[in-house]
């Protein structure tokens, strides 16, 4: 099971967490986007998404986030998401994620999701993010009509554009699941997941990030449930 942490841990997880927001006050530029360095004269839009996720799950767990900062964010994406015409396949991904980003913050933008889904040519990984956006912003339907539950080792590669690979793909995936209710399912990736997390490959701090927060919300779901989960991965073995 998961350990509980003690109050000096605690302590020091939430000095980290405070050290990362600051840090990112220096990253965030004056239209509300953000880049990789101080300073930046561009921004990186898949960045400015995965910052915002951030502070969604960040103040979901109490933890303080500067309202000027997320409130500049969220000006942003929406703009972005409405006045968006990507063409190539990456392009959509990104707006897949700058769209679940919105939902999860509270403030879906049905229109351009409705935009979006409407392209027969969104890839894989696109249309998990996109179900994820339909998932938070209560519209089940329009989820599930993006899912194939068949192949979950999306073909279509684009995480040279987005700083991810599959094992990232498929924890959005799950993350979607789970806010779906759809036990069945979930346990499906979960089980993936924390296969991939216990081998010996090498992963990126966001795909850590992202197994690691399907993971923990999968646990949350079966234990309001009165289910219960037992697992076990060894993380860097």
């Known amino acids: 099971g998961i350990q509980e942490l003690n109050a000096d841990q605690k302590a020091q997880i939430s000095n980290y967490i405070q050290a990362g927001i600051s840090k990112l006050k220096k990253l965030q530029n004056v239209d509300g986007s953000f880049g990789f360095w101080p300073g930046m004269a561009s921004n990186d839009e898949w960045l400015t998404s995965y910052v915002g996720h951030f502070f969604c799950e960040a103040g979901a767990k109490g933890f303080s986030v500067p309202a000027d900062m997320k409130k500049r964010w969220l000006s942003y994406q929406a703009r972005m998401a409405s006045e968006w015409k990507g063409a190539y396949p990456y392009q959509k991904v990104v707006q897949a994620y700058r769209l679940y980003s919105l939902a999860l913050a509270g403030k879906p933008v049905f229109s351009a999701m409705n935009r979006l ?103 949350e779901l079966f234990k309001a449930s009165e289910k219960g989960l037992n697992f076990a991965f060894t993380a860097g073995k």
């Open 117 to 219: 889904r409407e392209d027969k040519d969104l890839p894989v990984s696109g249309r998990w993010f996109l179900a994820g956006a339909y998932a938070e912003g209560a519209r089940p339907e329009a989820a599930y009509e993006l899912i194939s539950m068949r192949d979950i080792s999306p073909k279509d590669d684009y995480n040279f554009y987005t700083y991810g690979n599959q094992t990232r793909d498929r924890a959005m995936l799950l993350l979607c699941m789970v806010r779906l209710n759809d036990q069945n399912n979930v346990l499906t990736v979960y089980k993936r997941i924390a296969e991939e997390l216990s081998s010996d490959d090498w992963m990126s701090t966001q795909t850590t990030s992202f197994a690691l927060c399907g993971i923990c919300k999968t646990l």
